[in-house]
């Protein structure tokens, strides 16, 4: 028991920084070079549409009903909201519209369902 507890405090303590800088570059490494060119290229015009366009307008529309809902006060007077300026709503909405895109991309990878599974490509 007692090497088992020297070889337990020798292993490294899972943090963000860890992730961040140790794990999360070779993850997206690999995906830029599963990437197509090709493909991406011939998809180049829809890509940017759906990205900036589409995330600009998420991030407006999101932040000013949240804006609108909290100076009206139709979430209630306690909301967490109420004393937020209109760009610290925008700033949260932007967090927002940056993770709706990521979650779609994810989605990619499942193909069809099959009787209440999910099936991989």
């Known amino acids: 028991m007692n090497?088992?507890?020297?070889?337990?405090?020798?292993?490294?303590?899972?943090?963000?920084?860890?992730?961040?800088?140790?794990?999360?570059?070779?993850?997206?490494?690999n995906s830029a070079f599963d990437m197509y060119d090709r493909e991406f290229l011939r998809n180049l015009p829809a890509v940017l549409l759906f990205s900036m366009i589409g995330t600009l307008v998420n991030v407006l529309t999101?932040?000013?009903?949240?804006?609108?809902?909290?100076?009206?006060?139709?979430?209630?007077?306690?909301?967490?909201?109420?004393?937020?300026?209109?760009?610290?709503?925008?700033?949260?909405s932007s967090l927002i519209s940056a993770v709706d895109p990521v979650a779609v991309l994810g989605m990619d990878s499942i193909k069809y369902i099959k009787h209440g599974q999910f099936v991989k490509k």
Request: charged fraction near 5%; aromatic fraction near 16%; charge should be negative.
């Open 62 to 92: 999101i932040g000013t009903t949240l804006f609108l809902l909290s100076t009206y006060n139709v979430l209630g007077v306690d909301c967490v909201c109420s004393g937020l300026t209109f760009i610290q709503i925008l700033i949260f």
């Open 3 to 29: 090497s088992f507890s020297n070889y337990q405090s020798s292993l490294p303590e899972f943090t963000g920084k860890l992730f961040f800088e140790v794990l999360l570059p070779p993850i997206i490494l």
